[in-house]
């Protein structure tokens, strides 16, 4: 596959969840790139570096699932690329009953106001989402929203959104990892990782901060 020059490739993950109970924040992270080659690779260097012979096979690289060995690899591999991160974080005490009852419009918002912020400087913007969600309908609504944000924030038609599993996309891998991270540390105040790609961090914003 040829990559564009003028393309933006933004890959999508988060961390957290957006019930009433479970993580006390929520993490929307974006990976940008202009060539996506470099990250996706990452996920063959540390399988073959990192991993016994046994696990090699496994479907994915999850941080969750992974030791800190791995997970200190994949995010300094990362901070090596031409990328940029782009997180919005949500503090879900601030989050009404009402938004609760509401998951999906309250992801589709979220999502928007990061769009806003994040700055988009290529003529062609392709975005792929971590396919968590079954239902088609979700999905687009979703994705007319996203294209509606970025069409009146940055001016720009030329948009294509896809959702694909995480472990068919090496890239949407790599993102797990950050969102994972940022996650970490306003979770449990653990920002070991988070430093690792603080220097690659473009926008962070903080939404219903208390």
């Known amino acids: 596959m040829v990559f564009e020059k003028i393309t933006t490739y933004i890959f999508v993950d988060e961390s957290g969840d957006l019930g ?36 090699r096979e496994i479907t994915e690289l999850k941080a969750n699932s992974s030791n800190q060995e ?17 997180l919005i974080i949500i503090d879900k005490k601030q989050v009404t009953e009402q938004l609760y009852g509401a998951k999906n419009k309250l992801y589709n918002y979220v999502f928007g106001v990061l769009v806003e912020e994040m700055d988009f400087q290529k003529l062609k ?18 994705d007319q929203y996203i294209y509606k944000k970025i069409k009146e924030t940055h001016l720009c038609e030329n948009v294509k959104i896809t959702h694909m599993p995480s472990y068919a996309n090496k890239a949407l ?28 961090i473009g926008t962070l914003k903080r939404l219903w901060k208390n």
Not at 23 to 38: E, H, K, M, Q, W
Not at 70 to 86: S, T
Not at 129 to 142: C, Q
């Open 125 to 142: 913007i392709e975005i792929v989402i971590d396919k968590k969600d079954s239902n088609r309908l979700l999905r687009e609504d979703l």
């Open 173 to 200: 891998q790599i993102v797990d990892f950050v969102a994972w991270a940022a996650h970490r540390k306003y979770s449990f105040n653990d920002d070991l990782y988070y430093k690792i790609i603080e220097p690659k």
């Open 70 to 86: 791995i997970r200190i690899d994949v995010l300094k591999r990362l901070v090596k690329c031409e990328c940029k991160i782009d």
């Open 20 to 55: 009433k109970h479970g993580s006390n924040y929520f993490v929307i992270a974006c990976l940008s790139t202009g060539d996506p080659r470099p990250i996706e690779r990452i996920v063959k260097k540390v399988r073959e570096r990192r991993l016994k012979r046994k696990m």
